[in-house]
């Protein structure tokens, strides 16, 4: 399994981005797909979800702003990020869980000025 994120930079307060995370060696049809970010010196945290069926969970944190999507026949998931703020600085990673093995995308770097 292979995850490649993309998308990141530079954004003002206020702005948006989409992330992509392309995979190889797993359906995200069927796989649940997730987005966590790490920002400096905090722990990874969590952001969204989507499963299997489609259904969404979003993180307090972003409720409302973030979400994610997928293309099923290019094996791609978005996270499409609204009304960015300073505190959604953070390294943007794609994760996916196939057999009981996590798989990590190597991170794509946001930053929101104020």
């Known amino acids: 399994v292979q995850l490649q994120a993309s998308g990141g930079g530079l954004v003002q307060a206020g702005g948006s981005l989409r992330l992509s995370c392309a995979a190889s060696?797993?359906?995200?049809?069927?796989?649940?797909m997730r987005w966590y970010r790490q920002a400096p010196g905090k722990q990874r945290e969590w952001v969204v979800t989507?499963?299997?069926?489609?259904?969404?969970n979003v993180a307090d944190s972003v409720k409302g702003r973030f979400t994610i999507s997928r293309n099923n026949a290019e094996n791609t998931v978005y996270l499409q990020m609204n009304s960015l703020k300073p505190e959604d600085t953070a390294v943007y990673y794609c994760?996916?869980?196939?057999?009981?093995?996590?798989?990590w995308g190597q991170g794509t770097q946001v930053t929101v000025s104020s």
């Open positions: 994760n996916t869980i196939l057999n009981g093995d996590n798989y």
């Open positions: 989507i499963i299997r069926g489609g259904k969404i």
């Open positions: 060696g797993v359906d995200f049809s069927i796989n649940p």
